[in-house]
């Protein structure tokens, strides 16, 4: 069984960071290209970055402008995002997924920018 579990968000101040994490397991993870998606109120889910299985490669949406780094530690099953200057807008749930429109994913951890 996929099992996706995500910690690491919070409520930070504008300009704050946060380090998303999620461990994986049920699947062969190091070799999964694996994603993080995200949903803010109101709104569907959208594709944030995505890293190969061995972590040589990926890519990010439009809208991180290089703020945003994702990355994975094959030998414990757990995939980062590392979030940097935020802003009111990054305020979403955060899931890792295993595939860009996020049908299988975490229950999500909640990312909350505010002054």
């Known amino acids: 069984e996929v099992q996706l579990v995500e910690s690491g968000g919070g409520l930070v101040q504008p300009g704050g960071s946060l380090r998303l994490s999620c461990a994986a397991s049920?699947?062969?993870?190091?070799?999964?290209?694996m994603y993080w998606v995200r949903q803010a109120p109101g709104k569907g889910l959208e594709w944030v970055s995505y890293?190969?299985?061995?972590?040589?490669?990926?890519a990010n949406a439009n809208f991180v402008k290089g703020r945003f780094f994702i990355s994975r530690d094959n030998a414990k099953n757990t995939l980062y995002l590392q979030l940097n200057s935020l802003t009111t807008e990054d305020t979403a749930m955060y899931y890792c997924?295993?595939?860009?429109?996020?049908?299988?994913r975490g229950q999500g951890t909640q990312v909350t920018v505010s002054s």
């Open positions: 049920g699947f062969p993870f190091s070799s999964s290209i």
């Open positions: 890293i190969t299985g061995p972590g040589t490669g990926g």
């Open positions: 997924s295993k595939d860009p429109e996020g049908r299988t």
